[in-house]
C-alpha cells in the first residue's frame, strides 16, 4: 500500500515563527500536493510539485513556501506564520499524469492539524 | 473554470437504510471523478473513481457510484449502511486531458448513521 507520513499529526505555534511541515511519500510517486482544509471550504490546493524541485503554485500560495530536493519528501514552509493559517493541511502524492497514467488517484497522510496563537 | 458541488452539508440515514451522498460536476471535456472518505482527525482515504466505461462503479467497503453524464451527477450509494460509515465525504473531479494538479474538491457531506 501507499504511504504518505507526515511528521506531526498536532502543531502549536507562535504567530510570526517559521513552520516547518513534512511529507514523505514511500512509492515513488512523481507528484505530490499541499492542501489545506478548512470547514465549509473543502480542500484547496497550495502548491504541487511534478518532479523534484519544480513546483507550482495552487489557488492559495500566498504566505506559504514549499521544497522538494528529494523525491520522497514535499515540505511546506510557513515564512511567518499568522493566525488565519490555522487549519488542518493534507499531503497527497499520486503518479505521474504522463505515459497514459491520467487516471490515477491521489493518496493522502493523515495530516496536520495546525493552530497559530 | 472546472467545479464540484455537493448541495447537501449533512446526510443522516438510519443503520441497515441504503443510502446516497449526492455530487455534480462542471469541466469543459470528459471527467475523471472520484470519491474519498474521512473519518475524525485523519486524512482522505480513496473510496472509488469513474474513469471510463460501465457507468456503476463499485469501491471499498460495499460503495459504489453512478456516474451520469447527461446530468453532470456521480452520486456515492450503499445499499445498507453502517454505523461506521459516519464520516465526511468528498467528492472530486479532474478533467481527463488536465494535469494532476487540476483536480478539484466538492467541499464535503457529513454523513451520519443513527444505530
Known amino acids: 500500500d501507499v504511504k504518505v507520513t507526515q511528521s506531526s499529526r498536532y502543531l502549536v505555534k507562535r504567530t510570526g515563527e517559521k513552520v516547518f511541515l513534512e511529507c514523505v511519500q514511500d512509492?515513488?510517486?512523481?507528484?505530490m500536493f499541499w492542501y489545506r482544509q478548512d470547514p465549509g471550504l473543502g480542500l484547496r490546493l497550495i502548491y504541487f510539485s511534478y518532479d523534484v524541485k519544480m513546483k507550482e503554485k495552487g489557488d492559495i500560495p500566498e504566505g506559504y513556501s514549499v521544497s522538494r530536493e528529494k523525491k520522497e519528501r514535499f515540505s511546506l514552509i510557513l515564512e511567518s506564520a499568522s493566525t488565519n493559517q490555522t487549519s488542518m493541511y493534507l499531503c497527497?502524492?499520486?503518479?505521474?499524469?504522463?505515459?497514459?497514467?491520467?487516471?490515477?488517484?491521489?493518496?493522502f497522510g493523515q495530516g496536520t492539524r495546525l493552530t497559530v496563537v | 473554470a472546472q467545479s464540484v458541488a455537493q448541495p447537501e452539508d449533512q446526510v443522516n440515514v438510519a443503520e441497515g437504510n441504503p443510502l446516497t451522498v449526492k455530487c455534480t460536476y462542471s469541466?469543459?471535456?470528459?471527467?475523471?471523478l472520484f470519491w474519498y472518505v474521512q473519518y475524525p482527525n485523519r486524512g482522505l482515504q480513496f473510496l472509488l473513481k469513474?474513469?471510463?466505461?460501465?457507468?456503476l462503479v463499485k469501491g471499498s467497503y460495499g460503495f459504489e457510484a453512478e456516474f451520469n453524464k447527461s446530468q453532470t451527477s456521480f452520486h456515492l450509494k450503499k445499499p445498507s449502511a453502517l454505523v461506521s460509515d459516519s464520516a465526511l465525504y468528498f467528492c472530486a473531479v479532474r478533467e481527463a486531458s488536465g494535469s494532476a494538479r487540476q483536480l478539484t474538491f466538492g467541499s464535503g457531506t457529513q454523513l451520519t448513521v443513527l444505530p
Open positions: 512509492m515513488d510517486h512523481e507528484n
Open positions: 469513474y474513469i471510463t466505461g460501465d457507468n
Open positions: 497527497a502524492s499520486s503518479l505521474s499524469t504522463a505515459g497514459g497514467f491520467r487516471n490515477t488517484e491521489a493518496f
Open positions: 469541466v469543459s471535456g470528459n471527467p475523471y
